[in-house]
């Protein structure tokens, strides 16, 4: 059990278990009771969870094909969750060109998601910036850019009052 995040109204947790086999997106109660699986994935590489404003779904960064990392969403009631994020490659798409969309949070009111964003594969010596993070519209799928951090941008994490965005970075 790792990543644990706590619902906005504090009775819940959402965290990554692979109690089940593989690396699974999972919720319980904030004494550890009640656990309940939401994705069940054999394959299962589920990252970062986060909540949305209202408690009602867990947003995670979930490993597709080709190594990429896309944004899923998941009501607590159960489902098969929601892809947010869809970069579409195919088996041709050179890694270098391949989307990566990691570390999810919703504005305080649910109409933004923001996470970080990298294009390409790792590879050592890479000139940075390799990740920015983004601000994406939930009604009409609009992607901004919002950062320039000459040493990348990630881990997106909004302030209670939505007024601010603080992530990390690498400077110097």
């Known amino acids: 059990d790792s990543q ?14 692979d109690r089940d086999g593989s690396e699974n997106l999972w919720i319980c109660n904030l004494d550890g009771s009640e656990p309940k699986q939401l994705s069940k994935d054999p394959q299962g590489d589920f990252e ?10 867990v947003l995670v960064s979930r490993r597709q094909a080709n190594t990429l990392h896309e944004v899923w969403m998941y009501n607590i009631q159960g489902g ?10 195919t088996a041709t798409t050179p890694p270098q060109q391949r989307v990566r969309a990691l570390g999810v949070v919703a504005s305080a009111d649910g109409k933004y998601f923001y996470f970080a964003r990298r294009t390409g594969n790792f590879s050592y010596n890479t000139t940075f910036p390799i990740w920015q ?3 994406r519209d939930r ?3 609009d992607e901004d850019v919002i950062t ?3 040493g ?9 009052d939505g ?10």
């Not at 995040?5 to 990554?16: C, E, L, Q, R, Y």
């Not at 970062?48 to 779904?57: A, E, L, N, V």
């Not at 098969?80 to 490659?89: A, E, I, R, Y």
């Not at 007024?163 to 110097?172: A, E, I, M, P």
């Open 48 to 57: 970062s969870p986060s909540w949305t404003p209202d408690g009602d779904y």
């Open 4 to 17: 644990p995040s706590v619902s906005p109204d504090g009775t819940k947790i959402a965290f990554v278990s």
């Open 152 to 160: 990348s941008a990630f881990r997106p994490v909004v302030s209670p």
């Open 139 to 141: 009604v009409t799928g």
């Open 148 to 150: 320039s951090a000459p």
């Open 163 to 172: 007024s601010k965005l603080v992530f990390g970075t690498r400077q110097d």
């Open 80 to 89: 098969s969750g929601v892809q947010v994020t869809k970069s579409s490659p």
């Open 133 to 135: 993070v983004v601000r």
